[in-house]
């Protein structure tokens, strides 16, 4: 393995201080984008939405707890995805095991959802399988499609002024890394995520992206395995990136 030179602790104090000035930039062009995003126009949602929920029957509105601003993550827990009954898919699992208290989230006057296309006794033996403590419903229309997730995962965000709901934000694909932390804590580590696209000096131990993930009770049970799929060469807005050639070094940034 290729590692960076060996330096004393005073040059490396000198490093990090000009990777310092590199951080308070990503920092101030991230609130630059919040700021934008706070800016962003709105549209109605004036179609009704039906979900079920652990309580039975409920609508969009319903989704918002009574309070002014809702996000709700499309989670493939559905029939037929890699790893059914026993478990949903293995990115959107990945994705939940990150969601903590929700009481911060819920000061803000703002509700976080998860909903899939599994029924509400699928959903529950899952969430007590994997130890989730996440509010999740059931879609039972055209939800999903209708905002920009019914064949990938996104996050949708919406406000709502008394009984108007409004759509304000969208996020999809590597976007949704901002929600995993597991992300920012490798990122800052001399290995980085060890995955094939990122760029790291040579030798660096690196798997194709996605395919080492798996459920959180099933490390080290099971091979790793394209669970995602190939993408579909009939669709140019299909995110799986190609599978990687044998003995290739790279892959397409996904």
């Known amino acids: 393995m290729q590692t960076p030179p060996i330096v004393s602790a005073r040059e490396w104090e000198e490093a990090h201080r000009q990777m310092l000035v590199k951080e308070k930039e990503m920092t101030r062009a991230r609130d630059a984008l919040a700021a934008m995003r706070r800016r962003m126009p709105w549209t109605a949602v004036d179609k009704p939405y039906a979900f079920e929920g652990p309580n039975g029957p409920a609508t969009l509105l319903d989704l918002f707890d009574g309070r002014r601003q809702l996000i709700v993550y499309r989670a493939f827990l559905d029939p037929g995805v890699h790893g059914w009954p026993d478990h949903g898919c293995v990115g959107c699992s990945l994705m939940a095991d990150h969601i903590g208290n929700l009481a911060h989230l819920n000061a803000r006057d703002t509700t976080l959802v998860y909903a899939s296309r599994g029924s509400q006794a699928d959903l529950q033996r899952i969430k007590t399988r994997m130890g989730w403590d996440i509010p999740w419903y059931?879609?039972?229309?055209?939800?999903?499609?209708?905002?920009?997730?019914?064949?990938?995962?996104?996050?949708?965000?919406?406000?709502?002024?008394?009984?108007?709901?409004?759509?304000?934000?969208?996020?999809?694909?590597?976007?949704?890394?901002?929600?995993?932390?597991?992300?920012?804590?490798?990122?800052m580590t001399a290995l980085g995520r060890q995955e094939t696209w990122e760029d790291s000096p040579a030798g660096y131990p690196q798997d194709p992206p996605y395919e080492w993930w798996c459920w959180h009770d099933e490390y080290g049970q099971r091979e790793p395995s394209r669970w995602f799929g190939d993408p579909d060469p009939d669709d140019p807005h299909d995110?799986?990136?190609?599978?990687?050639?044998?003995g290739s070094g790279c892959c397409a940034d996904h």
């Open 138 to 187: 059931t879609i039972t229309d055209d939800f999903d499609a209708d905002f920009g997730c019914d064949q990938w995962h996104g996050t949708n965000a919406f406000i709502r002024d008394g009984d108007r709901v409004f759509r304000t934000y969208f996020i999809n694909n590597r976007g949704d890394e901002t929600f995993v932390n597991t992300w920012a804590f490798l990122d």
């Open 239 to 246: 995110p799986r990136p190609a599978r990687q050639a044998e």
